[in-house]
């Protein structure tokens, strides 16, 4: 079984500070991992995601997230918040399961950017 | 205009009431998936669908049902809705099952059963 940890709910930052979220994850097999961003009355989008190759991935908006396997972890980042990224970050990982795309999301980091 | 629409954008109902939710797509993808948002528990899937004559049931499909009707249309319907089905609720598609594609979502529908 697969499964995902946000250890954070809420994380309020600075406007212009520097700011990680961090996400955890298990499983038995090799998943991919990805980011999602969940603006006030949106659907989600997504922010990035780590398929193979580099551990550092970057994505949209200036947000940048490293895996790191022994570690399990793939923490997103981004060196200076705006006031635009008060959002809900959403961390997934997918691997494929009897015949589908089995996602499963984190309960997600709200982030508050305060002027 | 959204690649994928859910409508409506908020709805109220009472106990015991059947309730349809709708979604649409312009992104011509074949697998359709309805998701469930509730606070601090993140997104957990209902329903899935690979094409039109393929439904599956997700890790919370009790109390819910589906039915695709269209490639592009995929509706998500409480038989009899009660109080903790009260969540917002996302459809979303991808263009293969493979794991490495991406969801598009659409923009919810928040719902609330008194």
Redo the contacts between chains.
């Keep these: 079984a697969q499964s995902v940890t946000q250890l954070d709910s809420q994380v309020p930052v600075f406007e212009e500070a520097p700011v990680e979220l961090r996400c955890n994850y298990s499983s038995s097999v090799s998943v991919y991992l990805f980011w999602y961003v969940q603006y006030p009355n949106q659907g989600l989008q997504l922010l990035l995601k780590y398929l193979s190759g580099s551990t550092l991935v970057k994505g949209i908006n200036g947000f940048e997230a490293e895996f790191n396997k022994s570690q399990t972890s793939f923490h997103l980042r981004k060196p200076s918040v705006h006031i635009s990224d008060t959002a809900e970050y959403f961390c997934a990982v997918s691997k494929y399961s009897g015949g589908y795309q089995k996602v499963t999301f984190g309960t997600g980091t709200k982030l508050q950017v305060i002027p | 205009d959204a690649d994928?629409t859910q409508t409506p954008r908020n709805r109220i109902t009472k106990t015991g009431k059947r309730i349809m939710l709708e979604c649409s797509q312009t992104k011509g993808h074949d697998?359709m998936y309805w998701y469930r948002q509730d606070p601090?528990?993140?997104?957990?899937?209902i329903y899935?669908s690979?094409d039109v004559k393929d439904i599956?049931k997700g890790e919370i499909s009790d109390g819910y049902s589906v039915s695709r009707q269209a490639q592009a249309k995929f509706s998500l319907s409480l038989e009899s809705a009660i109080p903790n089905q009260t969540a917002l609720y996302?459809c979303?598609t991808?263009d293969?099952?493979?794991?490495?594609?991406?969801?598009f979502?659409?923009?919810?529908t928040q719902l609330s059963v008194l």
Excluded: T
Aim: aromatic fraction near 16%; glycine fraction near 20%; charge should be positive.
């Design positions: 994928v697998r601090g528990l993140g997104l957990r899937l899935y690979f599956n996302f979303a991808s293969s099952g493979q794991s490495n594609e991406k969801l979502f659409g923009s919810g």
